[in-house]
Structures are given as structure tokens and as C-alpha cells.
């Protein structure tokens, strides 16, 4: 079964920047859409950013502007360059696919996600 491992968090003043990294097993970059997700306590958690085989991104209002999401499909690997970050920002955040029409809310395979705190 697909493996995800998230890196990359840490604590960071308000308006640093920080680079999560996602590593991935079972050959899903060349295949499916890849995504970074978050979710801040007592919060659902929320797709910020995310990326198709093509190369074609997109975000959530929230971080637009502002996060880039990067993949490399020979590597198995999922980044996403945050910068002027904002305590807004502080959550886990987690890689996972990205499925079309909704269906990414039923995803059970998850890591155990990476820790970014903005302090103010």
C-alpha cells in the first residue's frame, strides 16, 4: 500500500519561509494529481495547493500567492515552498493524491504529517 512521509516543518517567525517535502511509495506521482493538505486544530482539514501530471497547480485563496507546490515524478517526491508565512498558517500538514469531483474527502491513507508553526 501507498506510503506518505512528510518533512520539512518546523517553527518559523511570521512572515519566513519554510519547504515540505513528501515522499511516496506505491508509484503514484506519474498517475495521479498530488496535493498538500492541512488542518489546524479543531479545524477539518483543507486542500491548500495542489498539482496534475501535467504540471498544472492550483490554490486555495488562503495561500495564493504566497505557497508553491512542485513535484518530481522520477523521485516520487511532493514539495511545497511556503513563504511569507502567516500564523494563519500554523497546522500538520499532509501530502495525499487529489481526486477529481469531491472524492479526495474520502481519502483513509494518510502520514502522520509535518508540524509548521507561524508565531507572530
Known amino acids: 500500500q501507498v506510503q506518505l512521509v512528510e518533512s520539512g516543518g518546523g517553527l518559523v517567525q511570521a512572515g519566513g519561509s519554510l519547504r515540505l517535502s513528501c515522499a511516496a511509495s506505491g508509484s503514484i506521482f506519474s498517475i495521479n494529481a498530488m496535493g498538500w493538505y492541512r488542518q489546524a486544530p479543531g479545524k477539518q482539514r483543507e486542500l491548500v495547493a495542489d498539482?496534475?501530471?501535467?504540471?498544472?497547480?492550483k490554490y486555495a485563496d488562503s495561500v495564493k500567492g504566497r505557497f508553491t507546490i512542485s513535484r518530481d515524478n522520477a523521485k516520487n517526491m511532493l514539495f511545497l515552498q511556503m513563504n511569507s508565512l502567516k500564523p494563519e498558517d500554523t497546522a500538520v500538514y499532509y501530502c495525499?493524491?487529489?481526486?477529481?469531483?469531491?472524492?479526495?474527502?474520502?481519502?483513509?491513507?494518510w502520514g502522520q504529517g509535518t508540524q509548521v508553526t507561524v508565531s507572530s
Open positions: 498539482i496534475t501530471t501535467g504540471g498544472s497547480t
Open positions: 495525499n493524491v487529489v481526486l477529481p469531483l469531491g472524492y479526495s474527502r474520502l481519502l483513509s491513507n
